[in-house]
């Protein structure tokens, strides 16, 4: 599966913005998908992923809500009451489901990802 990654911009803070990664191929229902961010001068970090169920960082709890849709093979990321901390570019992230799940949280459980979108927060 390949993955592409849209729906990034300026944005104002307390604004929302909505993030889609569409995958390419026919298996798309076989594998999880994660949303990750690296902002400049900082590691990639997890924000959200949607295994059996959905999981959020801290940081992002509350605010950002990560769904699929099968049938389109698109995965989004709603972002909600965004703060310039929030400045990233955005990674869609896919692993087969017969991986490990245990560390879901970090990149390296991830071996499909996207290129990237650039989200900036204005304050």
């Known amino acids: 599966v390949q993955l592409q990654a849209s729906g990034g911009g300026l944005v104002q803070a307390g604004g929302s913005l909505r993030l889609s990664c569409a995958a390419s191929?026919?298996?798309?229902?076989?594998?999880?998908m994660g949303w990750f961010r690296q902002a400049p001068g900082r590691e990639r970090e997890f924000v959200a992923t949607m295994i059996r169920s959905t999981y959020y960082a801290d940081s992002v709890k509350g605010r950002f809500t990560i769904s699929r849709d099968n049938a389109k093979n698109t995965v989004y990321l709603q972002m909600n009451s965004v703060k310039p901390e929030d400045t990233a570019v955005y990674y869609c992230?896919?692993?087969?489901?017969?991986?490990?799940?245990?560390?879901?949280?970090?990149?390296?459980?991830?071996?499909?990802w996207g290129q990237g979108t650039l989200v900036t927060v204005s304050s």
């Open positions: 992230a896919a692993a087969p489901t017969y991986y490990s799940t245990t560390y879901y949280y970090t990149p390296a459980a991830y071996d499909i």
């Open positions: 191929g026919r298996t798309f229902s076989s594998y999880y």
